[in-house]
């Protein structure tokens, strides 16, 4: 089962309708103000949850009376909607890729904590990203096949998630690495790029954040 959630950060709505039309998702999950990025985009949540303290009363007046179930939250809690939401996602049966709409913008905190909660679904080796218009942001603990024809964008950055991630090596890439050491707090692996239609990453140890962009 292919799950979108849709949170409540920035959407460019022409980009992401294109998204959905390829995606084919089986079920949605919105999340508190990502209810009203959902209406918009013409999608009927199989799901509510959060503290519905972002969305407007008659967008939720009118769910409501969709009989849609909501799983509803108190603010005053140790975790983010969208945390809870991917909670709640990777809960469910058969699941075997999970989306995030929404879940950049102008919070850089969401943002980042959003990168953060991928970690849940990598433990449960479900596939799962982050997308916008621009980026399509994942969790790699191990080794990845690409195509260039299907990347999002021009761009690869690879960023240690964990202290370090050894062994790094690059094949198909503009800026081939081999046997590389990547560590926090430096950038060594931002904005690379395919040269051949097939590269590979491969990596000994640690946790990449894999970010494909586009300008």
Request: aromatic share 6%; net charge negative.
């Amino acid at each position: 089962m292919k799950i979108v959630i849709v949170a409540g950060g920035d959407v460019e709505y022409a980009s992401a309708a294109g998204f959905l039309r390829d995606y084919g998702a089986d079920h949605v999950v919105a999340v508190d103000g990502g209810l009203e990025r959902a209406e918009r985009l013409g999608l009927t949540p199989d799901c509510v949850v959060g503290d519905l303290d972002t969305v407007s009363r008659p967008v939720l007046d009118r769910y409501r009376k969709m009989g849609i179930p909501f799983e509803t939250h108190k603010p005053e809690k140790d975790y983010t909607d969208t945390e809870l939401a991917l909670i709640h996602s990777l809960s469910l049966p058969d699941v075997s890729e999970i989306v995030i709409l929404g879940g950049l913008g102008r919070r850089f905190d969401h943002a980042l904590a959003n990168v953060q909660i991928l970690l849940h679904a990598l433990r449960k080796g479900i596939p799962c990203s982050i997308v916008d218009a621009c980026n399509r942001i994942s969790l790699l603990d191990g080794p990845a096949d690409l195509e260039r024809s299907r990347i999002w964008g021009r761009y690869i950055s690879l960023i240690p998630f964990t202290e370090q991630v050894t062994g790094v090596t690059l094949t198909g890439f503009k800026y081939p690495l081999e046997e590389a050491v990547l560590v926090q707090g430096e950038s060594l692996g931002i904005s690379n790029e395919l040269v051949l239609e097939r590269g590979r990453i491969s990596f000994r140890e640690g946790i990449l954040i894999y970010i494909e962009s586009r300008d």
